[in-house]
Nanobody, 125 residues
């Protein structure tokens, strides 16, 4: 059974940093893309960042570009999201996602086959 388990969320103040981790088990994602999405109540899940299988190609939503960094450790089957200069509008439930179809990163949530349960990030002003 494939599992993605996120960790690292929490309550922080604006301007602070957090690092989210997503540990995969049950299969390796070292040949496939992974991504981060987020969702707030009443809104659709939105793309945050994605990384290709090798970790050399990354993509970001405009709203987080320059503040967030995605990276992965294939030896640990783990993907990370370093979030700096957090803003109140970054408050959301953050989900990790993995695909078994694409090696390159994808911005489309429908391209992902596996999802974690989410980790809450709350940024106070």
């Amino acid at each position: 059974q494939v599992q993605l388990v996120e960790s690292g969320g929490g309550l922080v103040q604006a301007g602070d940093s957090l690092r989210l981790s997503c540990a995969a088990s049950g299969r390796t994602f070292s040949s496939h893309a992974m991504g981060w999405f987020r969702q707030t109540p009443g809104k659709e899940r939105e793309f945050v960042s994605t990384i290709d299988w090798s970790g050399t190609a990354t993509y970001y939503a405009d709203s987080v570009k320059g503040r967030f960094t995605i990276f992965r450790d294939n030896a640990k089957n783990t993907v990370y999201l370093q979030m700096n200069r957090l803003k109140p509008e970054d408050t959301a439930l953050y989900y990790c996602a993995g695909t078994n179809r694409y090696a390159g990163g994808s911005l489309n949530r429908r391209d992902y086959d596996y999802w974690g349960q989410g980790t809450q990030v709350t940024v106070s002003s």
